[in-house]
């Protein structure tokens, strides 16, 4: 689960890493009270969960109060969806770097990252130069130590007067990090001001989902989610993706999903949603039906194979989940795995075709969704 950067910097606070003063708010009626607790100049932030806000118009930095209303309402009109804005205090701003902890994938130990080119595009940084990323494993046994903190800062590049600060903020990054069972924190800016302090001008924290019980604090809201489809499936756990296409998938697994998703751009298709119906969803195929007819689709088209979940009950949910909603559109199938001649039998019933093969489901669904198929 991500967490806001309003969420991220009460988690920073709370462990003694210096943030910006700062107030959230939903609109220019609250601006007054905002500047009387932050002061100008003061910086506008949109609370979304996507990257490249900046170079989207969603951080817009404002001198006066008229200009504060006014950034408000720009930032607002720039996102279909944004429940808060972040109003903070702006800082006088003499250095910029990038420091985040997450889990080496090889040895399970926590990677610390970190480069003196922050403030920008870091993915950008590591493709073009890697070099400028500084690198540092952590034993999770051990913890994070003092000496491996204050090495790291050497290494980033950090002056000898701002060691001893930098190691209690790298020491109080990580608390947030083991403590919230995080997959990700990331301080991007991590600013050092004109007066020699170090803030955190950005956050981002993502915690495990597997962990989300520990933390009950935190729970997944419809701000989460650009619309109430997307949010509906994830209460009740089953991935769903919106794309801007017509043909709507139900798959079982990533790797399948994967090949459809391209077979149908490559055959000439364009898709509209996914809806992962294997592993615990393959008997959710009502609600699945349900979630997947909010959507403008001109065709369903269901592909599972080999999967451990029983095809012959994926097939029944499917038959019951149309008898229950009566869908308009037509649907495709190509379910095989376990019990699948007894799934061709129910779909055979009930009056629909069971193919086996799924470029054959492919070209047939763009072809039922009005394309002409790429042969």
């Known amino acids: 689960m991500k967490l806001f950067e309003y969420q991220a910097k009460a988690l920073f606070e709370s462990a003694n890493i210096p943030v910006p003063n700062r107030v959230t ?26 990257g490249g806000r900046g170079k989207a118009g969603l951080i817009q930095i404002a001198g006066e ?34 420091v985040s902890m997450t889990a080496e994938p090889v040895t399970g130990d926590v990677m610390i990252m970190g480069s003196a080119e922050g403030g ?158 294997g592993g615990p969803n393959y008997h959710k195929a009502v609600k699945s039906m349900e979630l997947i007819m909010q959507n403008e689709i001109k065709v369903l088209l269901v592909v599972t194979f080999g999967t451990i979940a029983r095809a012959d009950v994926m097939a029944q949910g499917l038959v019951d989940a149309i008898k229950e909603h009566q869908p308009e559109f037509p649907i495709v199938t190509a379910i095989r795995g376990t019990g699948e001649e007894a799934a061709r039998d129910i779909l055979q019933d009930f009056g629909l075709e069971p193919l086996s093969d799924t470029e054959e489901a492919v070209k047939q669904a763009i072809k039922l969704a009005g394309g002409i198929p790429i042969q």
């Open 25 to 50: 708010i939903e609109n220019d009626s609250e601006v007054d009270d905002a500047i009387r607790q932050v002061g100008l100049p003061c910086v506008i932030k949109a609370q979304v969960l996507h």
């Open 65 to 98: 109060k008229e200009e504060v209303k006014e950034k408000v309402n720009e930032v607002k009109a720039r996102s279909n969806h944004m429940p808060y804005l972040l109003v903070e205090e702006a800082v006088n701003i003499a250095k910029e770097f990038y």
């Open 120 to 277: 920008i595009d870091i993915e950008e940084v590591a493709r073009t130069m890697p070099e400028k990323i500084i690198k540092t494993t952590v034993n999770v046994n051990e913890g994070l130590l003092p000496y491996q903190a204050r090495e790291f800062l050497y290494d980033l590049g950090i002056e000898n007067r701002m060691i001893g600060q930098g190691t209690k903020l790298l020491l109080n990054l990580y608390d947030v990090y083991w403590k919230h069972d995080a997959e990700l924190v990331e301080i991007n800016p991590l600013m050092v001001t004109e007066e020699g302090n170090f803030v955190a001008g950005d956050g981002k924290v993502t915690i495990d989902d597997n962990a989300l019980y520990r933390h009950p604090q935190f729970s997944l809201t419809r701000e989460h989610f650009e619309d109430d489809v997307q949010y509906a499936a994830a209460i009740e756990g089953i991935p769903y993706l919106q794309f801007s296409g017509d043909i709507g998938l139900m798959c079982a697994g990533a790797g399948l999903t994967n090949a459809v998703y391209d077979l149908v751009n490559d055959y000439g298709g364009s898709v509209a949603s996914y809806l992962e119906f």
